[in-house]
């Protein structure tokens, strides 16, 4: 099974940015769906940026400010975060989705805290 670590979460001021990581233990090239949720405090997960076999869709708070992209060659997908805002705050989640045993199965990383704060 591949795992999926997240890196570079931290604590920025309103109007930064920050890159955010996930590396998979294995490959993902034959992965069709991968994506980036976020959980603040006291709410319900929700989904930030998906890839869908190349296809790039946004939750409309984020739209214009964060990029999603993915390097098959090196495992990993990033979130370019610019601008943000206080109400980006949350714990931030990567996850993949793909095919197997006739079902569809999402399997997640453990999360990366981002602080948004002056």
């Known amino acids: 099974q591949v795992q999926l670590v997240e890196s570079g979460g931290g604590l920025v001021q309103p109007g930064g940015s920050l890159r955010l990581s996930c590396a998979a233990s294995?490959?993902?090239?034959?992965?069709?769906?991968m994506g980036w949720y976020r959980q603040a405090p006291g709410k319900e997960r929700e989904s930030v940026a998906l890839i869908d076999s190349g296809i790039t869709n946004y939750a409309g708070s984020v739209k214009g400010r964060f990029t999603i992209s993915r390097d098959n060659a090196k495992n990993t997908m990033y979130l370019q975060m610019s601008s943000l805002r206080l109400e980006d705050t949350a714990v931030y989640y990567c996850s993949m989705t793909y095919r197997g045993g006739g079902t569809w199965n999402t399997d997640w990383g453990q999360g990366t805290q981002v602080t948004v704060s002056s």
């Open positions: 294995g490959s993902i090239a034959s992965i069709p769906i």
